[in-house]
């Protein structure tokens, strides 16, 4: 009865009820008696067409999306915490660039290699080369300057990683993480293989004489 019901307002309406994609190239064979039979395909759609507007559309969605990641990028600028970082130490550089790839995503941290010739001690709280060597600080977006332990949780939580040192935010673990990275500062030179401070420090201070006598640095 339903079918009859279609066939009827398909007539009515001078077209087929059953022109739809699926049935793209399909004939029917009802019966020779049956006045709507159909022995002809029914017409092609243009596939092709089709295939090609679907993915210019989806290119356009693609380049709309792209274009928006870009401009949602962050900006170098909009750090909220400063990492002072020795840059001759290849352990700490370990540490230093796997901050910096998550830091991609976040634009939080602004790395500050204290081992450049163009470290600034006035750009940075005061904080002159020797001291920054001897255990890592951190300056937050503020003037807050923070060192040791809490110095790496407030790096990690800029970056989502503040799980990481969560823990160390509670006693005894916080006097306990201290005291365990007050050792590893103390002789990190001596573990990878440097020279002690006051030798780097000696060779830091020639090297800036001799900076200034010629006007440009030789290294």
């Not at 940075?124 to 060192?147: C, K, P, W």
Request: aromatic share 10%; glycine share 6%.
């Amino acid at each position: 009865m339903a079918f009859r019901v279609a066939i009827s307002v398909g007539r009515q309406a001078k077209t087929s009820v059953f022109l739809v994609p699926r049935y793209v190239g399909a004939t029917y064979n009802v019966s020779a008696s049956n006045p709507f039979h159909r022995t002809t395909p029914f017409p092609h759609y243009h596939q092709s067409g089709m295939k090609f507007s679907i993915r210019a559309i989806n290119g356009t969605a693609a380049d709309a999306v792209a274009a928006k990641k870009e401009t949602q990028k962050p900006s170098s600028e909009d750090w909220k915490i400063k990492m002072l970082y020795d840059g001759d130490c290849p352990l700490c550089m370990r540490e230093v660039n796997m901050l910096r790839e998550r830091n991609g995503n976040y634009g939080t941290i602004k790395f500050v290699d204290i081992s450049s010739d163009e470290y600034s001690p006035e750009d940075n709280q005061g904080l002159d080369y020797e001291t920054v060597m001897g255990r890592i600080h951190a300056i937050l977006s503020d003037g807050t300057v923070v060192t040791d332990i809490e110095a790496f949780r407030k790096l990690y939580e800029a970056v989502g990683l503040g799980w990481v040192y969560a823990i160390t935010k509670y006693e005894p673990i916080a006097s306990i993480a201290d005291a365990v990275y007050a050792f590893w500062a103390k002789y990190r030179l001596q573990v990878t293989g440097r020279p002690p401070l006051e030798q780097v420090l000696e060779a830091r201070r020639k090297k800036k004489e001799l900076c200034e006598d010629n006007k440009v640095c030789k290294t």
